[in-house]
């Protein structure tokens, strides 16, 4: 929609003092008509778009990421729609199954919150990661009845257990120039919300860190 609508603001616009500035999403994030966009200068050459999303993952995580994509990448010969989220797909794909699994037969909805809670054991000893190669110990701790630690492909699990929000760094993104210097690229993480220690922030009160190098003005 909001590839849509973004057109009909510039087009539309006849005030060439005053120019809307775009502040878009994570659903944003990769989208090839909001780059096309983009290409075209409709947004006068990318000067007035920027973007906010999820940061790519911690490295500490990435070796989860990095054998999760190459099961993906085997599994199918071209990228299915979609497959720019898989990660937040296949670790709620997980986080689901393993909460309804502690919740025994038949679940309903509490019992299988009362489950997700069994995975989000930051203080576990032994941290167990999604995939296949854990799965069958995993099935033992939860049959005892027991907690853990639930690694996926986006880092820990730092849910909220009231809220059910899940705290992570926060992304500024933004449109850069090719390679080529002709056209422009996606340009992740240019800005990353944390701490000083390089954990999450919990209350979005921690500077943001990096450059902002696609254009000037930015803070």
């Given amino acids: 929609e909001f590839d849509q609508l973004i057109q009909y603001i510039e087009f539309g616009n006849t005030d060439s ?10 659903y944003n994030v990769g989208d090839n008509v909001l780059l096309t966009t983009v290409q075209q200068s409709i947004v006068s050459n990318n000067k007035r778009i920027a973007g906010v999303a999820i940061a790519s993952v911690d490295p500490v ?8 994509r190459s099961r993906f990448d085997g599994a199918y010969s071209s990228a299915p729609p979609g497959s720019d989220q898989e990660e937040n797909y296949y670790d709620a794909m997980y986080f689901a199954i393993y909460s309804l699994l502690y919740a025994g037969q038949l679940p309903t909805g509490p019992h299988a919150a009362t489950g997700m809670q069994h995975l989000i054991d930051l203080t576990s000893m032994r941290p ?8 069958g110990a995993i099935y033992g701790i939860l049959g005892l009845r027991s907690t853990l630690q639930l690694n996926g492909t986006l880092g820990a699990p730092n849910f909220d257990s009231v809220t059910g929000a899940r705290h992570g760094a926060g992304d500024i993104y933004c449109f850069q120039h090719a390679d080529a ?3 422009y690229v996606f340009d992740y993480d240019v800005m990353r919300l944390v701490n000083a220690d390089g954990s999450s922030p919990a209350d979005g009160g921690s500077p943001y860190t990096g450059s902002f190098a696609c254009f000037s003005g930015i803070q």
């Fill in 128 to 135: 167990y990661s999604v995939g296949p190669g854990d799965q």
């Fill in 61 to 68: 995580y990435a070796p989860i990421l990095q054998a999760y």
């Fill in 181 to 183: 210097g002709t056209g």
């Fill in 17 to 26: 003092t005053y120019l809307p500035f775009y502040l878009v999403g994570p």
